[in-house]
């Protein structure tokens, strides 16, 4: 189903956000009433606003993105190898403006070339372009969809592809590489972490590694899906 892609043409992404503030009484006001708003949805019995304010970090609105990292296969003696870089900074506008960058260059060198991520149609693609805007940035053309013809719009999703049109269906990316012998990225922290690891650590160099490991793991799987060998670990490559 996938045999027309080339693995070398594909950007793997995958982004790590967290709610823009530490606490909920750091919130502006006009912006808790907005939250407290939002949360009503999905309170459970017993629970305020602030209870749940860890959760805004999924929202582009409520959050920010505090990592994008994103990989590339590429050949050497015919083996296939990885590379892998991210965009991490405290300052979010930095760290989208950098990365906007090496998007468009990756991009516009080849009309071939798509983005790929798990669930990224629905989350890693639209945060991207929502907190691009929010920080008065120029949104990159391959991700400026509004009224591109569906074959025009250069994104993968292995989500997307696992359901088979199964819409209501969800599978997360660490069952789909356990049940495709696909070593686990989650051998460090998970997402629900990655609040705690920021705010409480500061050490996005940990959050950067959790995501790159991500991005791997959606390579590999894409792999399996077209019927290719996985990437030998020792074929990683980090660049810092």
Same mark, same amino acid.
């Given at each position: 189903?996938?045999?027309?892609? @080339? =693995?070398?043409?594909?950007?793997?992404?995958?982004?790590?956000?967290?709610?823009?503030?530490?606490?909920?009484?750091?919130? $502006? =006001?006009?912006?808790?009433?907005?939250?407290?708003? &939002?949360?009503?949805?999905?309170? @459970?019995?017993?629970?305020?606003? $602030?209870?749940?304010?860890? !959760? $805004?970090?999924?929202?582009?609105?409520?959050?920010?993105?505090? /990592?994008?990292? $994103?990989?590339?296969?590429?050949?050497?003696?015919?083996?296939?190898?990885?590379?892998?870089?991210?965009?991490?900074?405290?300052?979010?506008?930095?760290?989208?403006?950098?990365?906007?960058?090496?998007?468009?260059?990756?991009?516009? !060198?080849?009309?071939? %070339?798509?983005? /790929?991520?798990?669930?990224?149609?629905?989350?890693?693609?639209?945060?991207?372009? %929502?907190?691009?805007?929010?920080?008065?940035? !120029?949104?990159?053309?391959?991700?400026?969809?509004?009224?591109?013809?569906?074959?025009?719009?250069?994104?993968?999703? +292995?989500?997307?592809?696992? &359901?088979?049109?199964?819409?209501?269906?969800? +599978?997360?990316?660490?069952?789909? +590489? +356990?049940?495709?012998?696909?070593?686990?990225? @989650?051998?460090?922290?998970?997402?629900?972490?990655?609040?705690?690891?920021?705010?409480?650590?500061?050490?996005?160099?940990?959050?950067?590694?959790? /995501?790159?490991?991500?991005?791997?793991?959606?390579?590999?799987?894409?792999?399996?899906?077209?019927? &290719? =060998?996985?990437?030998?670990?020792?074929?990683?490559? !980090?660049?810092?």
């Amino acid at each position: 189903m996938l045999d027309h892609l @080339k =693995p070398e043409n594909i950007l793997f992404i995958d982004i790590e956000t967290v709610p823009q503030h530490e606490n909920y009484e750091q919130v $502006a =006001p006009e912006l808790q009433q907005l939250w407290d708003k &939002k949360a009503d949805y999905f309170l @459970k019995e017993d629970e305020t606003p $602030a209870d749940i304010y860890h !959760r $805004a970090g999924i929202y582009a609105e409520f959050g920010k993105i505090v /990592c994008i990292s $994103a990989g590339v296969v590429f050949y050497v003696k015919g083996e296939m190898h990885f590379k892998v870089k991210s965009f991490a900074n405290h300052d979010e506008k930095v760290l989208l403006h950098e990365f906007s960058n090496m998007l468009d260059n990756f991009m516009d !060198r080849n009309p071939e %070339r798509n983005l /790929c991520g798990h669930n990224a149609r629905e989350f890693d693609f639209p945060y991207i372009a %929502r907190r691009i805007l929010i920080n008065g940035l !120029r949104l990159p053309q391959s991700l400026n969809i509004a009224g591109k013809k569906p074959w025009e719009v250069k994104f993968l999703d +292995t989500l997307d592809l696992w &359901k088979f049109g199964d819409y209501k269906h969800y +599978t997360s990316l660490n069952l789909l +590489t +356990t049940i495709f012998n696909i070593p686990s990225p @989650k051998d460090d922290i998970d997402g629900s972490q990655v609040a705690g690891v920021y705010y409480n650590e500061k050490d996005l160099d940990r959050i950067a590694m959790y /995501c790159e490991k991500d991005v791997l793991a959606t390579a590999q799987l894409l792999l399996r899906f077209m019927g &290719k =060998p996985l990437i030998e670990q020792e074929y990683f490559e !980090r660049v810092i």
